[in-house]
């Protein structure tokens, strides 16, 4: 064997333990399907410290079949990531939890055809965002309805659906909170504090958090909602 053999041997022995280590050591799987697609790169992904980390992908050619792996410490918002050349961006998220998470989707609809199963924490995020969704509807309406008002020169019914869309943003963040507070037992809590309620009154964001069970309190949301509360009391 050549010195350049010996050498590529050597690089591919440590690919493949670097490989079945990694696969070793993942306990998340995520099983999916994209109805339609033929061509592209899936990606698993998660937030990092500034930018967005890649912990799996996958070349698709021809099948629409795919399986990710990680590791993951406990529930965490990860995002699928589906990559095809086109220009734009698609994204999946969804929480996951050590296990199996299934999502099927088209490529036509690759953001808004998803179905998810897999943990109790995308489950309820699942029931968040349904709920949430009507809101997002209504509000689409009163901005429309606002455009029609102000090509008229309709200062009343302008002011009237200001009104009405400051109250919907209540409602809104008042249900948030209220869902946060029912499930002070889910991670879902405190990622729903804060990402779903940052310009909410800080009084019910302590609120929030304070009701967490201890578990919850040291989880991954908990420590960073902990944190912006430390930093936003420090600051004033």
């Not at 490989?19 to 070793?24: E, I, L, Q, R, V």
């Not at 079949?65 to 698609?90: C, R, S, V």
């Not at 964001?205 to 578990?215: Q, R, T």
Request: aromatic share 8%; glycine share 4%.
């Amino acid at each position: 064997m050549t010195k350049l053999n010996k050498v590529l041997s050597l690089i591919i022995l440590i690919a493949l333990a670097v490989s079945c280590g990694k696969n070793n050591d993942a306990n998340f799987t995520l099983k999916g399907s994209v109805k339609g697609l033929k061509k592209g790169v899936v990606y698993l992904q998660k937030d990092g410290d500034s930018s967005i980390v890649d912990l799996d992908s996958m070349v698709i050619s021809g099948q629409s079949e795919f399986t990710l792996h990680t590791h993951i410490d406990e529930p965490i918002l990860l995002y699928l990531k589906l990559f095809k050349n086109d220009g734009a961006e698609h994204y999946i998220p969804f929480f996951a939890d050590k296990g199996v998470t299934e999502i099927t989707t088209s490529l036509k609809g690759f953001n808004y055809d998803s179905e998810i199963k897999g943990s109790k924490q995308q489950e309820l995020l699942k029931e968040y965002l349904s709920v949430l969704s009507r809101y997002n509807d209504k509000n689409l309406d009163i901005i429309e309805e606002s455009f029609k008002a102000r090509e008229k020169n309709d200062s009343i019914a302008v002011d009237s659906l200001n009104r009405l869309a400051d109250h919907l943003i209540k409602r809104k963040y008042a249900y948030t909170i209220q869902f946060a507070m029912n499930n002070k037992d889910s991670e879902i809590a405190p990622y729903l504090a804060l990402y779903e309620t940052r310009n909410a009154n800080p009084v019910y964001i302590d609120s929030i958090y304070n009701s967490l069970n201890p578990e919850i309190k040291n989880s991954l949301y908990g420590k960073k909602l902990s944190e912006v509360i430390a930093n936003r009391n420090s600051n004033n």
